[in-house]
């Protein structure tokens, strides 16, 4: 593969269609034939309405990096783009990669207002009833299934933020301070999709076809329209990407939207509803920013290097809106009829001595404290997946087992349950928004709490980033997540306010955390080393 691509690049600048074609014919696997495609469009027929239907081109690749392509796919421009990344971890390996091309639509909500922004047609604004009008686009954009490829071929991509949890607990309130403008919920669908599948070693190349009804001849014109567009995805596959080099345009200097006696006082205010009895831990937190207009793609492929994560991510979701985020934890999976949380809490540093390495394993597997929080976290998850969940189907797996990553240790459990068929996957979700990690416990009463203290809506921090269809969904915790616009970058970050917590020691906690965008920024401006 490697020489044929080097022929490619000796051959022309222009990439050429001959080229392209002896690529496909060598490295294809996965060919949809227009047989195929119409056995899919009699399916739709049969149901009366339009839908979406998938074209995939399968290719074995094992030389082809999804930042190199990613970074093709920004350098042609024309609209949003996002990338969804697993980065390889100690002994575990992400098995999709997706990156979108070519939005179809972008559905947002502000509040009780839901927009709809079309690629082609009018923009459409609906007040009240968010959820159902989110489901509703979740429904036109989910494509036909398609087995045995990948679980995501098509749907929509973007964030939840921590105030969608509103959309489904009416006793939790909006905050009246929304001083970013930021949507609660930012969603891209796309038409073209590129995904790698980092098991198999493969690359789908993805077009959506609109089909219903229409005969043979127009279905005909709708394969070959998406069979092209698939086909001619190949050309983001040997791009030429840049060395890795510094970013400019950061700020000398961070801000913060609070003052530490500021700070100070919030902890002591949620420690007196602690001391009430209203919860037991309140997850308190502060937002950083600084001026940023350097290349965000750059800044994230530093991001990935000084903290590889499960979930990483790099959403352009246009109007100069980027996310960008390297999170340890995965939020919400809905596979099929089953929904699963994997309560994350308990950490230890890794070192390079093995002999080191393993004493630490063990410290954090036998910490009563790490163990405490952990079990109540736990609780939170199999009370949330309890709400959607069949009766009896709830289970715990795995309970507090350590899990190895690139540069931590992490205590980990599995909680899953059947999904009852009278809830949506983004309804399931959104009932298990926000995490416990970010909120609190008891869930509800903390995230009443965290609206009163703090001074504004959160945004995306403590949300979700991930993919999401009519079918399932899959997304990560947006912590060690930074948000840019209008040359401002912002994070956020806090900690777990308890009984015993010290306003000092909360503060200082959440400038440790924030450390995570802090010095991957200061690696890219070559303030400091890796």
């Known amino acids: 593969?490697?020489?044929?691509?080097?022929?490619?690049?000796?051959?022309?600048?222009?990439?050429?269609?001959?080229?392209?074609?002896?690529?496909?014919?060598?490295?294809?696997?996965?060919?949809?034939?227009?047989?195929?495609?119409?056995?899919?469009?009699?399916?739709?027929?049969?149901?009366?309405?339009?839908?979406?239907?998938?074209?995939?081109?399968?290719?074995?690749?094992?030389?082809v990096t999804p930042v190199s392509v990613y970074h093709s796919v920004q350098m042609a421009g024309g609209g949003p783009t996002a990338l969804l990344e697993s980065v390889p971890q100690g002994?575990?390996?992400?098995e999709f990669t997706i990156i979108g091309i070519r939005a179809s639509a972008r559905f947002t909500v502000e509040g009780d207002r839901s927009v709809l922004k079309p690629r082609l047609g009018r923009v459409?604004?609906?007040?009240?009833?968010?959820?159902?009008?989110?489901?509703?686009?979740?429904?036109?954009?989910?494509?036909?299934?398609?087995?045995?490829?990948?679980?995501?071929?098509?749907?929509?991509?973007?964030?939840?933020?921590?105030?969608?949890?509103?959309?489904?607990?009416?006793?939790?309130?909006?905050?009246?301070?929304?001083?970013?403008?930021?949507?609660?919920?930012?969603?891209?669908?796309?038409?073209?999709?590129?995904?790698?599948?980092?098991?198999?070693?493969?690359?789908?190349?993805?077009?959506?076809?609109?089909?219903?009804?229409?005969?043979?001849?127009?279905?005909?014109?709708?394969?070959?329209?998406?069979?092209?567009?698939?086909?001619?995805?190949?050309?983001?596959?040997?791009?030429q990407l840049e060395?890795?080099?510094?970013?400019?345009?950061?700020?000398?200097?961070?801000?913060?939207?609070?003052?530490?006696?500021?700070?100070?006082?919030?902890?002591?205010?949620?420690?007196?509803?602690?001391?009430?009895?209203?919860?037991?831990?309140?997850?308190?937190?502060?937002?950083?920013?600084?001026s940023f207009s350097g290349n965000t793609l750059d800044f994230y492929r530093h991001l990935r290097r000084?903290?590889?994560?499960?979930?990483?991510?790099?959403?352009?979701?246009?109007?100069?809106?980027?996310?960008?985020?390297?999170?340890?934890?995965?939020?919400?999976?809905?596979?099929?009829?089953?929904?699963h949380v994997r309560p994350i809490?308990?950490?230890?540093?890794?070192?390079?001595?093995?002999?080191?390495?393993?004493?630490?394993?063990?410290?954090?597997?036998?910490?009563?404290?790490?163990?405490a929080e952990h079990r109540m976290l736990v609780d939170l998850a199999r009370n949330d997946v309890g709400r959607v969940a069949e009766a009896g189907t709830v289970r715990v797996g795995g309970v507090m087992r350590v899990e190895s990553y690139s540069t931590v240790h992490h205590l980990v459990s599995d909680v899953s349950g059947r999904l009852s068929s009278d809830v949506s996957p983004i309804r399931a979700f959104l009932t298990c928004l926000p995490a416990g990690t970010l909120s609190g416990a008891p869930k509800i009463r903390a995230c009443q709490i965290i609206r009163e203290l703090e001074p504004c809506v959160r945004g995306?921090?403590?949300?979700?980033?991930?993919?999401?269809?009519?079918?399932?969904?899959?997304?990560?915790?947006?912590i060690r997540t930074a948000w840019i616009e209008k040359g401002v970058m912002y994070w956020q970050a806090g900690g777990g306010v308890v009984a015993d917590s010290t306003p000092t020691g909360e503060y200082e906690e959440s400038l440790t955390k924030a450390k995570s965008i802090g010095s991957a920024l200061n690696v890219a401006t070559g303030r400091s080393n890796p």
């Open 124 to 239: 459409e604004i609906v007040d009240g009833m968010p959820l159902a009008h989110l489901e509703s686009f979740l429904k036109r954009v989910t494509p036909m299934a398609r087995p045995l490829v990948a679980p995501f071929l098509g749907g929509a991509i973007g964030y939840v933020g921590f105030e969608g949890v509103c959309l489904v607990e009416p006793s939790i309130s909006r905050h009246q301070v929304n001083d970013l403008q930021w949507p609660e919920i930012d969603l891209v669908a796309f038409d073209e999709l590129i995904i790698f599948d980092h098991v198999k070693r493969a690359v789908y190349l993805v077009a959506l076809a609109e089909t219903g009804k229409e005969g043979k001849e127009l279905a005909k014109q709708t394969y070959a329209d998406a069979y092209w567009r698939a086909h001619a995805l190949v050309r983001h596959l040997f791009p």
């Open 1 to 63: 593969m490697r020489k044929v691509i080097e022929a490619i690049r000796s051959l022309v600048r222009g990439q050429s269609l001959d080229v392209r074609e002896y690529l496909m014919r060598a490295y294809k696997f996965i060919d949809d034939s227009f047989e195929t495609f119409m056995s899919l469009h009699e399916r739709v027929g049969e149901g009366g309405t339009r839908c979406l239907v998938p074209v995939v081109i399968g290719l074995a690749s094992d030389t």
């Open 91 to 94: 002994q575990h390996l992400g």
């Open 345 to 371: 809490a308990g950490t230890r540093r890794r070192s390079s001595d093995p002999v080191e390495d393993e004493r630490l394993r063990r410290e954090l597997a036998s910490d009563e404290k790490e163990k």
């Open 243 to 290: 060395l890795l080099g510094l970013v400019s345009g950061v700020g000398e200097t961070v801000s913060t939207n609070m003052t530490k006696c500021a700070y100070k006082h919030m902890v002591e205010e949620g420690q007196r509803y602690i001391t009430s009895g209203d919860v037991f831990q309140v997850v308190l937190s502060q937002r950083f920013s600084t």
């Open 460 to 478: 995306p921090y403590g949300g979700a980033v991930g993919w999401f269809t009519s079918r399932g969904l899959d997304t990560g915790i947006a």
């Open 306 to 339: 000084v903290n590889p994560s499960p979930c990483m991510f790099h959403l352009d979701l246009g109007d100069g809106r980027v996310v960008v985020g390297a999170s340890p934890e995965v939020m919400v999976k809905v596979d099929g009829s089953d929904v």
